[in-house]
């Protein structure tokens, strides 16, 4: 850290720390970018980072995962939450007039595989876990019962009363199989909302579509559950009004038949998953409880959060590493440890559990949404990237030049990511961030 701040391009360095935004492994980039004019061959602008400290830019890691990044992770909830609150009062591209559309607020949860603790609260009191005065006893003599009223912070929520008892393989092929799950779920609510207008599905689309967004999440216990924005527009996607037999009442309806109905079978284990029983359907109001502000900072908020609930790793896990030396809880490793099992099994090498072990089994992405819903990603980065620019213009960092007519040559080299343990509590002095573990985020080169 002296070293560091002895250095006579400490300033510049600082600065591409600031510009990172608190970024916990920065990308180091090696390379250059020419500007030519394309009419006379004439070189116009030149950066490269021989001129950098140590010879490399650093940039942002980008990650959606706060528990890798929380600055970038940040970046990602504020991007997604813009996103989803587009598609529910509009702006960024999307008619404010979408405010007036039916609109849903819709929790797809998993089966039960087993009795786990839970924390139960009823007019702010909290009940006891799975009190029974008959409780049977399990064949591994365990009595199915708990009594206990569980803190928020107990560690034993989301464990099963007998692990022995408890579905492992179920709650994995349930992860890997959710994806399905949740396509065949659209599309039996196309078809249902259809018949309910005595539509055929085609028919429908000339009147009335559905817009999604949608986020996973996972619980203590381990499996997945949706959380999703239903909306109805008009044939034309937003910018058109849905008819006024397209009510919330009647999308309610299709959503509740649709999540009864739809199944997934994993054939080579002849086993068929659907939805849990625990439906949750709600009106989003812009005056309620659940107005469009709770709803986007609700999905924005998982849509940066993984497995690391359940008490897993946040990385791969290789079939030569020792499970027994892994530092999770235990619920987790029998988990893993059923991933690695399933995934030996050659019927079962599409799910690819033993590559995406470390999520349980889960290989889907965690926030999608329908292309009519509202803006992108991409939109919301690109109009940032524009904003950055043209201030790099204002302060004179960048020429100002027409883009039509310039011949932009760009060469960069991958030269290594994160921080050394000197440059973390500087980085986290300079802007302000928690500091990383030094254990997973010290630097590493080529």
Known sequence: ?????????????????????????PIHLRGKVEHYDQATGHLLHRYSTSTEPNGVLRVACKT????????????????????????LVGGKGVPETVSAHPCLFVTLTAPSFGAVHVRRE???????CHARRDAETCPHGQVMSCTDRHSPDDPRLGEPLCPDCYDYDGSVLFNAISPEL??????????????LNGLTVKASREHVSIAFAKVAEYQRRGVVHFHAVIRLDGPDGPDSPPPPRATADALAEAVQHAAAV??????????????????????????????EQAVAAYIAKYATKAAEC????????????????????????????????????PGLADLRLTHWAHMLGFRGHFSTKSRCYSTTLGALRAAREEHMRAEQIITGRLPLFDEDTVLVVAHWQYAGQGLSAGDQLLAAAITGTPLADPLRSEATHE
């Open 1 to 25: 850290m002296i070293h560091r701040l002895n250095q006579p391009d400490y300033d510049r360095w600082a600065g591409q720390i600031r510009r990172t935004g608190g970024c916990r492994q």
């Open 64 to 87: 959606r995962r706060a528990s890798r990044c929380p600055a970038c992770a940040e970046v990602y909830r504020a991007d997604t939450y813009q996103l989803v609150r587009a598609g």
């Open 122 to 128: 009823k007019n702010g009191k909290v009940l006891p």
């Open 182 to 195: 949740w396509r065949r779920f659209t599309l039996a609510l196309r078809r249902r909302f259809a018949r």
């Open 262 to 291: 739809v199944t997934a079978e994993i054939k080579p284990l002849s086993r068929t998953f659907r939805w849990g029983t625990q439906l949750d359907v709600r009106p989003i109001t812009m005056d309620g409880d659940l107005t």
């Open 310 to 345: 359940v008490g897993t790793l946040d990385r791969r896990i290789q079939p030569l590493d020792d499970l027994a030396a892994l530092p999770v809880r235990e619920h987790a490793r029998r988990l893993i440890a059923a991933c690695m099992r399933l995934g030996g099994n």
